[in-house]
């Protein structure tokens, strides 16, 4: 089995022990059973893993009652409640657990920020630091074996799941990554959360899936679906809290020719979105390749910069008159300008360079990707 080195356990080893509780969140699949078994394997029977799926494990979670936890946390110092998202009111019982117990290091997780979020951020402001894990990066599969051009094209075409990426077998990874896509994708969702209609909200998905790297437009969803723009947006919300899309807003300085409340739609992962339409087209016959490679892109930014402790905003440039740049990242004051192409070249649009000549720019290919993530 491989063991990728995570680039975000640096930053949550230095938080362990600091008098705050531990959240981590992430698509499930992503790797956080693993991540936290091995950040508490040095503590040896000081450390204990617990599936908060399991009903032995789910009896000790009682409102008001921090002492049922007890039997889980005594002669421990690091203790790793997995997929908390699952125990009803988890923030209230960890509070109090917390304040009563304040020794023991607790790091939960969670495949769902709608519902462990919700449940622990709000009642524990001020007694959690909150991690996220997503899919692998560029980087930390490099840190494993240097990627290749034939590498690349497999991971835009199935994705970067830790077990996706791990199976040499294409037809195991495909039954991983459907599995993923079927299995896992709507379950907190469909859990947690009143769908009226199932069938209607994984239309949605499939027609987001269709529209990567394009506009979104609310009202020709509501259309097609036959509901409410109200009911599209909360289905957005969700598919955003349950970490299988990005909503990426337009940039503007409120100059009169730029769209300042556009926004886009990415899939956290793009071999559950090719699953989703298409997953045995080889990437270069694919007319869709282009919109695959922004998204690819797009969600390689996002994963780097989750390592930041104050991210970089990633948006798009479009003018009224349809000319655009793909991907702005914004950092403070600093505002780096990216076009995301398969092979070609591209310069910065003459508008885009006249509106903010201090911003930097790169064309980002497939030749230079992976060295842009994976700097030497």
């Known amino acids: 089995m491989v063991i990728f080195q995570r680039t975000i356990e640096t930053r949550i080893v230095g938080s362990l022990f600091k008098n705050r509780m531990i959240s981590i969140l992430g698509p499930r699949q992503s790797g956080k059973t693993t991540l936290t078994k091995k950040l508490i394997k040095k503590y040896g029977e000081h450390g204990k893993h617990y599936d908060c799926q399991l009903a032995e494990i789910r009896k000790h979670f009682i409102v008001g009652e921090p002492d049922k936890l007890l039997p889980l946390t005594i002669g421990k110092k690091i203790v790793v409640f997995d997929e908390a998202q699952t125990i009803q009111d988890i923030g209230s019982i960890l509070k109090a657990f917390h304040d009563t117990y304040p020794g023991v290091q607790i790091i939960a997780t969670g495949s769902s920020s709608f519902d462990l979020a919700n449940k622990i951020n709000e009642p524990m402001t ?8 997503l899919p692998l990066s560029l980087l930390e599969i490099n840190i494993s074996k240097p990627i290749t051009p034939d590498d690349l094209s497999r991971f835009m075409l199935y994705g970067t799941y830790p077990a996706v990426v791990a199976e040499n077998s294409l037809d195991i990874k495909k039954t991983i990554l459907k599995n993923i896509a079927t299995q896992y994708l709507y379950k907190d969702v469909f859990t947690f959360e009143a769908i009226k209609n ?3 909200f994984e239309d949605l998905v499939k027609l987001l899936a269709l529209q990567i790297g394009s506009l979104v437009s609310l009202n020709e969803l509501a259309t097609h679906l036959g509901v409410s723009r109200s ?16 909503i990426v807003h337009s940039f503007s300085n409120n100059l009169r020719t730029e769209l300042k409340k ?3 739609v990415f899939f956290l992962d793009v071999g559950v979105r090719n699953a989703l339409i298409d997953i045995d087209s080889p990437m270069d016959t ?7 490679f922004e998204n690819f892109f ?5 994963k780097k910069g989750i390592l930041e402790i104050f991210p970089p905003e ?19 004051p600093k505002i780096f300008a ?6 070609d070249k591209i310069t910065v649009p003459s508008s885009f360079q006249t509106a903010y000549p201090e911003a930097h720019f790169e064309c980002i290919n497939t030749g230079n990707i992976v060295s842009h993530f994976v700097k030497k």
């Open 262 to 264: 556009a926004f886009k």
């Open 286 to 292: 694919r007319r869709d390749k282009g919109a695959i």
């Open 126 to 133: 001020g007694r959690i630091f909150e991690f996220i894990l």
């Open 198 to 200: 199932p069938q209607i």
């Open 231 to 246: 009911v599209i947006r909360r289905y957005l919300r969700l598919l955003e809290q349950a970490f299988i899309i990005k």
């Open 314 to 332: 990633i948006m798009f440039w479009r003018t009224r008159a349809g000319i655009e740049v793909d991907v702005i990242e914004k950092k403070g």
């Open 338 to 343: 990216y076009e995301c192409k398969w092979q």
């Open 298 to 302: 797009v969600t390689e930014k996002m």
